[in-house]
């Protein structure tokens, strides 16, 4: 087989150029379709801040109606306070999401405005894991995939719940498509 990009006659079967290390095989063919593995989105637990300050600010509004009657102007808006900053959490966690597909990852970004990005399973470098303490007293974790094609390109899933079962669902996906 000749690689497409230095000419090189490589071994026939293999994967990449020994010279230049191009991809050589080509692509699986269009009948073939990509079928969604799993989609991930944040813990809400990433986002226990806006929750636990929503009920603090909520509780303590709804105190100062049922104390001081006379302040019920401040005690409505810390009520409200509260109500927008428990929605708030819950819209954040609507943010970010991450799909493995059979051929690639994608993450898609944004509330409004949408940012997207996809990193084929044969571009995949390495597969990371790391828990802090108090995310693996949670089971959450986070999981970066590095590309081999930028070392900037990596996709990061954050506060994602199993990152280990995630992640080997990333590798294997990675070995088939590389089968």
């Not at 001081?68 to 819209?91: E, T």
């Not at 995939?145 to 070392?151: D, E, H, L, N, Q």
Request: glycine residues 8%; charged residues 20%.
């Amino acid at each position: 087989m000749r690689c497409s990009q230095c000419g090189f006659e490589a071994l026939q079967g293999a994967a990449f150029c020994s010279r230049c290390g191009a991809r050589l095989f080509a692509p699986r063919p269009a009948a073939v379709r990509e079928y969604a593995l799993l989609k991930v989105r944040p813990s809400l637990w990433r986002y226990a801040n806006f929750f636990v300050v929503g009920t603090l600010l909520a509780g303590l509004g709804f105190r100062t109606l049922y104390v001081q009657h006379n302040l019920w102007k401040v005690g409505f808006g810390l009520v409200g306070a509260g109500l927008v900053l428990i929605a708030g959490g819950a819209l954040a966690n609507r943010v970010a999401d991450w799909s493995v597909t059979s051929d690639r990852i994608i993450e898609r970004r944004g509330l409004l405005s949408t940012y997207r990005r996809e990193m084929e399973l044969a571009d995949i470098r390495s597969v990371e894991v790391s828990q802090r303490m108090f995310q693996r007293l949670l089971g959450l974790g986070d999981v970066t995939v590095a590309s081999a094609a930028s070392t900037d390109f990596v996709i990061r899933m954050g506060h994602i719940p199993d990152p280990a079962r995630i992640a080997e669902t990333v590798r294997q996906a990675r070995l088939k498509r590389l089968a």
